[in-house]
């Protein structure tokens, strides 16, 4: 079993940045095992549903992102330190949410956009962004 934890988040003005972290841990899941898998990014405004940010495959060669963040999010991935990150420039109010890392189920992805793909889940890091 595996264990998130994103951490990063806080309280900015429009226009400034946070870099979000996400850690990856387990008493079998080895950095080896987490370069094998997916990651994803999420996030959920009050009221609204999860919505996908971003995934990167497990290489870090593919990345994608959802349109309104385009442009102004950077996915990586630091497969030995089992940790991925989420790079937010640019913030505007509209991204206030709730930011959870996920890790996909099945290996070798090319990295889905549905959250039905992941098995795991961190408990979220909240992201504020006052106008």
């Known amino acids: 079993q595996v264990q998130l934890v994103e951490s990063g988040g806080g309280l900015v003005q429009a226009g400034d940045s946070l870099r979000l972290s996400c850690a990856a841990s387990?008493?079998?899941?080895?950095?080896?095992?987490?370069?094998?898998?997916?990651m994803g990014w999420f996030r959920q405004a009050p009221g609204k549903q999860r919505e996908f940010v971003g995934t990167?495959?497990?290489?870090?060669?593919?990345?994608r992102y959802a349109d309104s963040v385009k442009g102004r999010f950077t996915i990586s991935r630091d497969n030995a330190k089992n940790t991925v990150y989420l790079q937010m420039n640019s913030l505007k109010p509209e991204d206030t949410a709730v930011y959870y890392c996920?890790?996909?189920?099945?290996?070798?992805?090319?990295?889905?956009?549905?959250?039905?793909?992941?098995?795991?889940w961190g408990q979220g890091t909240q992201v504020t962004v006052s106008s």
């Open positions: 990167i495959t497990w290489n870090g060669q593919t990345i």
């Open positions: 387990g008493r079998t899941f080895s950095s080896r095992r987490f370069s094998s898998y997916a």
């Open positions: 996920a890790k996909e189920s099945s290996p070798w992805s090319s990295g889905n956009t549905d959250a039905k793909y992941y098995d795991s």
